[in-house]
């Protein structure tokens, strides 16, 4: 030691009597066990005013501040929609970007939010719309709660001032307008701006949804909060709205009722309809000529949105800690068109659609065939089999005429969805047992 110090350092070792020091130098990327043991002269070592367990506790200074830096974000937040029924937790949480690295951030509110919205956005367009087909009503929809112009209201209210977007790193952290005199003009920029996309910001429009919905479970809360911030749904103002603006067209359909056994499909659904012309219309087919009931594509158009929500809402609630890259995968095995037609067929309801083809008897009688050879395989057994979409079709255009019936209440459909779908669901779907493509499983 004595001849290393001088000869490499120009140090000469006054005290040789001195017992030398056993010491570990702590690396945070080698675990304990691989770092070795270094021996240090006392003589050159100097005390360190701060002790090592005030130092340790230092350590998380910038984490504690990050996470109050958050909270208070979600305070201003809620001061800015005047949203104050919004839980902190879940506003804070909504406003927290995966590139910040921490254990939570919007994605599952985002996931929440974007069914919701869909919700929203399509009981306005039928409803004020009575005379748009499904493919304007599609569009209409579109130009409300596209990723553009949900970025163009995130960009007016400037949420990007309170997106919490970046890693928290002890290295470079600095405390609010400190600057070292080593810092470069490159690293103070890098600490006090950050870059979004544009879909982080229409992102946070969603994920907020999400927490207006979840902090109390009512769509009136989530509505308010879409009014907040900015979604345009003319004079609605609160849920109630829907059904005091709707004026669906009136037309005699006394005789095409006779056509259909009313009060048998209103057993097998378990809904007794205020208004049976919408069951009817529920179970019309395009392919019906001259009919004085239209078809049930504006229906199924509104019983889409209505089932993405209830079964976003049970998958949500069922795998509490599931990413949202398997709620996104669990939504998708639970709402296609295979498994709404297995239950179609289930509820025996194919029997009682209105069509005039030929072509759809043969197609629904094959699938029906088909599905009794397959009923016995384990997990998504419908996966392989190739129904007519009429049979999904309709399921969905029923639950959209049991939410007007009811005056565009989710409660009676969620019922009915308990029902019907969820026996299926728990039977079938599940993380263990959904197939995952090819191209999910190399992400």
């Known amino acids: ?92 949480e909504a406003y927290i970007a995966s590139s910040a690295d921490l254990d939570i951030s919007y994605q599952r509110l985002e996931f929440l939010g974007d069914s919701v919205l869909k919700l929203i956005s399509s009981t306005l367009v039928f409803t004020q719309n009575v005379h748009s087909n499904e493919d304007a009503l599609t569009e209409s929809r579109i130009s409300m709660i596209s990723n553009k112009a949900l970025f163009e209201t995130a960009k007016k209210l400037k949420l990007y001032q309170y997106i919490y977007s970046q890693h928290v790193s002890r290295r470079f952290w600095r405390p609010p307008h400190f600057k070292t005199d080593s810092d470069s003009e490159q690293m103070t920029k890098s600490i006090n701006f950050h870059k979004l996309s544009d879909k982080t910001l229409a992102d946070v429009i969603e994920s907020t949804l999400g927490a207006a919905y979840y902090s109390d479970s009512s769509l009136s809360v989530a509505l308010h909060a879409a009014i907040q911030l900015g979604v345009p749904l003319h004079n609605v103002r609160v849920w109630s709205d829907f059904h005091k603006t709707f004026q669906r067209p009136l037309s005699r359909y006394d005789a095409t009722l006779r056509e259909v056994d009313v009060q048998r499909v209103t057993d097998i659904i378990g809904y007794q309809f205020k208004d049976s012309s919408l069951l009817v219309e529920a179970l019309t ?35 509490g800690t599931a990413p949202p890259g398997q709620l996104h995968n669990l939504r998708k095995s639970s709402v296609n068109n295979n498994i709404l037609s297995v239950l179609c067929v289930n509820l025996k309801l194919h029997g009682h659609i209105r069509h005039a083809s030929d072509y759809l008897v043969s197609e629904i009688k094959y699938f029906v065939e088909q599905l009794k050879n397959a009923m016995d395989t384990t997990g998504e057994y419908w996966l392989d089999l190739y129904p007519p979409k009429v049979l999904s079709d309709v399921i969905e255009s029923l639950i959209g005429a049991v939410y007007t019936d009811c005056g565009f209440k989710v409660e009676p459909v969620i019922n009915l969805i308990e029902r019907w779908l969820e026996p299926l669901l728990e039977e079938h779907i599940s993380l263990e047992l959904i197939q995952t493509h090819p191209v999910e499983k190399l992400k």
């Open 285 to 319: 087919h395009a392919s019906v000529p001259v009919s004085s009931v239209p078809c049930y594509q504006r229906l199924e158009f509104l019983g889409d949105a209505v089932l993405d929500f209830c079964v976003t809402i049970y998958l949500f609630r069922k795998y």
């Open 1 to 92: 030691f004595i001849d290393y110090y001088k000869n490499k350092r120009g140090i000469t070792i006054k005290d040789l009597n001195q017992p030398l020091l056993s010491a570990k130098r702590i690396l945070r990327n080698k675990p304990e066990e691989e770092q070795k043991e270094r021996y240090l002269i006392p003589e050159l070592c100097q005390v360190h005013s701060i002790s090592a367990s005030v130092y340790r506790s230092l350590e998380i200074l910038p984490i504690i501040t990050s996470h109050i830096d958050i909270m208070l974000t979600a305070q201003d937040v809620k001061q800015l929609l005047k949203l104050n029924m919004v839980k902190d937790s879940l506003m804070a």
